[in-house]
């Protein structure tokens, strides 16, 4: 099909509607590459999943995939030996939140054991659950910028994980052997726990903590 029947049908305004609904920028890029098929084995396989996805959203709920990121790059960067920074962990917990999610999904929506033509793509989905708890507490330096606050706030009250807003970057830095560091994240439990309890001790004035969310007073 050449580009001016495209034109005609006005296909690439359709493809951006379609990239409203998109959760991710990878998502929405894959639907603006989007092309008209011509096999009609691939047509009609096609058809079935979506058939098949209206039936599902007529049995139940939606499923909903706010969370997904890209961490293509991260995942390469560990390949090489390198570490993560509490943003791009944070990042990966995110989309191991959304696979858990959207695994039980399909497990509420198959009381009756029936399989679809979406089954086989949810059987693909392997959550890692135990990876969601790996972080146990993310700690922020005050002086860190207003953006970079947001965003731990916010990531850490969407999962779950308590945040300290503590001190400043130098001392975080020091704290890791190293020279400035404007977050860290602490993976085991009983020292996260124990840092909490510290930090708890302090007065208002010295340290912010919120958890779930909520500031505590």
Do not use: W
Request: glycine share 6%.
């Amino acid at each position: 099909m050449n580009q001016k029947v495209y034109h005609t049908l006005e296909y690439y305004k359709i493809l951006e509607r379609l990239a409203d609904y998109a959760s991710c920028e990878e998502a929405k890029d894959r639907c603006h590459k989007l092309v008209p098929l011509t096999d009609p084995a691939e047509i009609a396989h096609l058809q079935e999943t979506t058939a098949d996805a209206l039936s599902r959203l007529y049995r139940g709920s939606g499923i909903s995939f706010s969370g997904v990121h890209n961490v293509n790059a991260s995942l390469k960067r560990l390949d090489i030996g390198g570490t993560l920074n509490t943003t791009e962990l944070l990042m990966i917990c995110s989309l191991l939140e959304v696979a858990k999610r959207v695994k039980a999904y399909d497990r509420s929506d198959r009381n009756d054991e029936k399989t679809d033509s979406l089954s086989p793509l949810f059987s693909q989905i392997q959550p890692l659950s135990p990876l969601l708890d790996e972080i146990r507490l993310v700690i922020i330096a005050d002086d860190a910028s207003d953006r970079t606050k947001k965003g731990f706030k916010d990531s850490c009250s969407f999962y779950g994980v308590p945040l300290v807003i503590y001190k400043d970057k130098e001392t975080l830095g020091h704290s890791m052997g190293k020279q400035f560091r404007a977050s860290l994240a602490i993976l085991d439990t009983g020292f996260a726990d124990s840092l909490l309890k510290k930090c708890r001790e302090l007065s208002d004035s010295q340290v912010e903590i919120i958890e779930g969310g909520n500031a505590d007073a």
